[in-house]
T-cell receptor
Framework: GNSVTQMEGPVTLSEEAFLTINCTYT??????LFWYVQYPGEGLQLLLK?????DKGSNKGFEATYRKETTSFHLEKGSVQVSDSAVYFC????????????FGTGTRLQVTL | DAGVTQSPTHLIKTRGQHVTLRCSPI?????VSWYQQVLGQGPQFIFQ???????GRGNFPDRFSARQFPNYSSELNVNALLLGDSALYLC????????????????FGEGSWLTVV
């Protein structure tokens, strides 16, 4: 079956530091890949997505590249802000399936001044 | 435009009781999915409905059921509640049943927090 593995948190960084959150996946076929963010007390928000190999998703300074050869979709940001503190979820959906997302366990990011 | 709306936002139930959670998708969206998020974990897929038909079901017991109405809103029902059902229940909507395959984005509501005591 499908699965998503994320690096465990919490990740604590100082403001303006570089962020990497690792994500690898296992899937049959050609999945689409996503990063969702969950701020405290809120629901999930789509951060970025990539639907085929070598695609790069980007939004709000965050980037992730769909690497089929390494089955990875690592999230990066060059300079984090305190407002980026949240839980980040990597997820996949298989091509042609119903709107079924398989999520990782989430990585909590805390950014301090 | 309103996003995905869910009700109630918080509720407390006793073991053995029944609960109904409600979801209104974004206007024009015909697909609704339900997810369970236990504290500290990622959301787990429960159901997807499209055009009032069940299109997908996750690995949840028969105590969980759902339906979609002609206006595309949806209900999630859980019978015989267990302590382990305590979680955030998320509803998501998209314009088609095939989600990202056709380039459509899945949008989540803020969820219903269920506590079973």
């Amino acid at each position: 079956g499908n699965s998503v593995t994320q690096m465990e948190g919490p990740v604590t960084l100082s403001e303006e530091a570089f962020l990497t959150i690792n994500c690898t996946y296992t899937a049959t076929g050609y999945p689409s890949l996503f990063w969702y963010v969950q701020y405290p007390g809120e629901g999930l928000q789509l951060l970025l997505k990539a639907t085929k190999a070598d695609d790069k998703g980007s939004n709000k300074g965050f980037e992730a590249t769909y690497r089929k050869e390494t089955t990875s979709f690592h999230l990066e940001k060059g300079s984090v802000q305190v407002s980026d503190s949240a839980v980040y979820f990597c997820a996949l959906s298989e091509t042609g399936t119903a709107s079924k997302l398989t999520f990782g366990t989430g990585t909590r990011l805390q950014v301090t001044l | 435009d309103a996003g995905v709306t869910q009700s109630p936002t918080h509720l407390i139930k006793t073991r053995g009781q029944h609960v109904t959670l409600r979801c209104s998708p974004i206007s024009g969206h015909k697909s609704v999915s339900w997810y369970q998020q236990v504290l500290g974990q990622g959301p787990q897929f429960i159901f997807q409905y499209y055009e009032k038909e069940e299109r997908g079901r996750g690995n949840f017991p028969d105590r969980f059921s759902a339906r979609q109405f002609p206006n595309y809103s949806s209900e999630l029902n859980v019978n015989a509640l267990l302590l382990g059902d305590s979680a955030l229940y998320l509803c998501a909507s998209s314009s088609t049943g095939t989600g990202e395959f056709s380039g459509n984005t899945i949008y989540f509501g803020e969820g219903s927090w269920l506590t079973v005591v």
